[in-house]
């Protein structure tokens, strides 16, 4: 008898909440013309140009008055940008909380503009509105304003017109030479390497017409001087231009670890460096375990992990997780990343590797390009026969060319190899028609 007692009370006290929830939603009247009691105003007056030089600046203030919900509201915003041929399904979303005005930093701008596809250093249109909820439910959608905004590339160039040619280096010419980049030292310039046995020089713009050697051996370069003897290895080269001297040092910056060779028992995987962002990259597995960052295949120099996202000597294994990823490193300020991707590229068949019978040809990202979606793989040696581009050197996903017409297709036909070297970009910015070019 307890039991249904108790039943009974709990019945009426649900009973009773729901009639003052019923009383509570009747005494609330939505204005129905809410939409008209607010407007997205943007302050600046359009174009509006970014420079880097500003990217601490404020380059876009937007605001809007309180909306008339018709009863006291707790709302929330949202700020979405699209370009302006789009039509807000794939645009850029920024929550405001319950602010009534946003402002956009150049940097924060630049980044959402080059993101959704505008071209750097082109004016783009753009389209910004503002979005109101309350409880979930959205009641305010405004109508779109266009902004003309034209971003700057976030890409460093450092590149220059010098490269090291050689035996060693590129069989004196060959293919392009090995290039040289700026370093933050006026006139100093920088090549890593990875050189065979051999001989090399200096010179510019793929020509002989201003060539170094080093006559004498004394580390101090003589215009036409003789050639360099080195030995096979990867080398960091510092060409001085201001009092014409050089010097080499083997060089490298890899990953060491139970995540990806067992603490040495096999080579580091070698980072390259990318002049783009100044930094030393790589497309690596990673198994689960731990890892470190050591120079030169040896302990002497090691990072492990520092502040966040900061290396540090005297640092501890970094923690991984089994996955694929783009790995970074910044030696200027120690900073470092891990960034998960899915899908590794690699370039498989009876051209290169006997359909996988050993490991594929790895493509790695374009550094140049602001965006994840375009892939690289230069200076390959095909046979005759034929290949195709597959994902994680297994079939899951993999492309080939049915119609020779240069568009990727899922599962397609194998692509015919006449012998050679290549060099391949692999396009995915349309993912549901991808191409792909050699060159």
Same mark, same amino acid.
């Given at each position: 008898?307890?039991?249904?007692?108790?039943?009974?009370?709990?019945?009426?006290?649900?009973?009773?909440?729901?009639?003052?929830?019923?009383?509570?939603?009747?005494?609330?009247?939505?204005?129905?013309?809410?939409?008209?009691?607010?407007?997205?105003?943007?302050?600046?007056?359009?174009?509006?140009?970014?420079?880097?030089?500003?990217?601490?600046?404020?380059?876009?203030?937007?605001?809007? @008055?309180?909306?008339?919900?018709?009863?006291?509201?707790?709302?929330?915003?949202?700020?979405?940008?699209?370009?302006?041929?789009?039509?807000?399904?794939?645009?850029?979303?920024?929550?405001?909380?319950?602010?009534?005005?946003?402002?956009?930093?150049?940097?924060?701008?630049?980044?959402? @503009?080059?993101?959704?596809?505008?071209?750097?250093?082109?004016?783009?249109?753009?389209?910004?509105?503002?979005?109101?909820?309350?409880?979930?439910?959205?009641?305010?959608?405004?109508?779109?304003?266009?902004?003309?905004?034209?971003?700057?590339?976030?890409?460093?160039?450092?590149?220059?017109?010098?490269?090291?040619?050689?035996?060693?280096?590129?069989?004196?010419?060959?293919?392009?030479?090995?290039?040289?980049?700026?370093?933050?030292?006026?006139?100093?310039?920088?090549?890593?390497?990875?050189?065979?046995?051999?001989?090399?020089?200096?010179?510019?713009?793929?020509?002989?017409?201003?060539?170094?050697?080093?006559?004498?051996?004394?580390?101090?370069?003589?215009?036409?001087?003789?050639?360099?003897?080195?030995?096979?290895?990867?080398?960091?080269?510092?060409?001085?231009?201001?009092?014409?001297?050089?010097?080499?040092?083997?060089?490298?910056?890899?990953?060491?670890?139970?995540?990806?060779?067992?603490?040495?028992?096999?080579?580091?995987?070698?980072?390259?460096?990318?002049?783009?962002?100044?930094?030393?990259?790589?497309?690596?597995?990673?198994?689960?375990?731990?890892?470190?960052?050591?120079?030169?295949?040896?302990?002497?120099?090691?990072?492990?992990?520092?502040?966040?996202?900061?290396?540090?000597?005297?640092?501890?294994?970094?923690?991984?997780?089994?996955?694929?990823?783009?790995?970074?490193?910044?030696?200027?300020?120690?900073?470092?990343?891990?960034?998960?991707?899915?899908?590794?590229?690699?370039?498989?068949?009876?051209?290169?590797?006997?359909?996988?019978?050993?490991?594929?040809?790895?493509?790695?990202?374009?550094?140049?390009?602001?965006?994840?979606?375009?892939?690289?793989?230069?200076?390959?040696?095909?046979?005759?026969?034929?290949?195709?581009?597959?994902?994680?050197?297994?079939?899951?996903?993999?492309?080939?060319?049915?119609?020779?017409?240069?568009?990727?297709?899922?599962?397609?036909?194998?692509?015919?190899?006449?012998?050679?070297?290549?060099?391949?970009?692999?396009?995915?910015?349309?993912?549901?028609?991808?191409?792909?070019?050699?060159?």
């Amino acid at each position: 008898m307890k039991k249904i007692l108790n039943s009974l009370f709990a019945l009426i006290i649900v009973s009773i909440g729901f009639t003052s929830c019923e009383d509570i939603s009747d005494r609330v009247i939505l204005n129905e013309n809410v939409e008209a009691t607010t407007e997205l105003i943007v302050v600046e007056t359009t174009p509006i140009v970014l420079l880097e030089a500003n990217q601490d600046d404020i380059a876009l203030n937007t605001n809007w @008055a309180e909306p008339d919900y018709g009863f006291n509201a707790a709302p929330t915003y949202k700020i979405l940008v699209d370009l302006a041929s789009g039509d807000f399904s794939n645009a850029t979303t920024i929550d405001v909380g319950d602010d009534l005005e946003k402002s956009f930093g150049t940097l924060e701008l630049n980044s959402i @503009a080059l993101g959704l596809g505008a071209e750097a250093d082109m004016a783009s249109d753009l389209s910004i509105k503002l979005q109101g909820f309350v409880g979930g439910q959205l009641l305010i959608n405004s109508d779109a304003k266009t902004i003309n905004v034209t971003p700057y590339s976030s890409i460093l160039d450092l590149s220059t017109t010098w490269g090291v040619v050689g035996s060693a280096a590129n069989d004196w010419g060959a293919t392009p030479d090995l290039p040289f980049f700026t370093t933050s030292d006026s006139g100093v310039l920088v090549a890593y390497v990875t050189l065979i046995d051999g001989e090399i020089k200096f010179r510019e713009n793929n020509d002989w017409t201003n060539n170094y050697g080093d006559t004498g051996v004394d580390g101090t370069l003589d215009a036409g001087g003789d050639n360099i003897a080195v030995t096979a290895g990867s080398y960091k080269i510092l060409f001085n231009l201001n009092d014409l001297t050089y010097t080499m040092e083997e060089f490298t910056i890899g990953i060491v670890g139970s995540a990806y060779n067992d603490w040495g028992a096999t080579p580091d995987y070698a980072l390259t460096y990318d002049s783009y962002s100044d930094q030393f990259r790589g497309i690596v597995k990673l198994e689960e375990g731990e890892m470190k960052f050591r120079l030169n295949n040896d302990w002497g120099t090691a990072y492990g992990a520092g502040a966040a996202g900061f290396l540090d000597t005297s640092g501890g294994n970094i923690a991984t997780t089994a996955g694929r990823y783009i790995v970074n490193v910044n030696l200027n300020d120690l900073s470092y990343s891990l960034e998960a991707i899915d899908n590794i590229w690699g370039l498989v068949g009876s051209a290169y590797n006997d359909w996988g019978a050993t490991s594929d040809a790895i493509f790695t990202r374009d550094w140049s390009q602001p965006n994840d979606d375009i892939w690289i793989l230069n200076n390959v040696t095909l046979l005759d026969g034929e290949y195709k581009f597959r994902a994680n050197e297994a079939w899951a996903l993999n492309y080939g060319d049915t119609g020779s017409d240069g568009t990727l297709d899922n599962g397609g036909d194998n692509i015919i190899s006449v012998a050679g070297t290549y060099s391949f970009v692999l396009d995915f910015t349309d993912p549901d028609n991808p191409t792909y070019t050699i060159n």
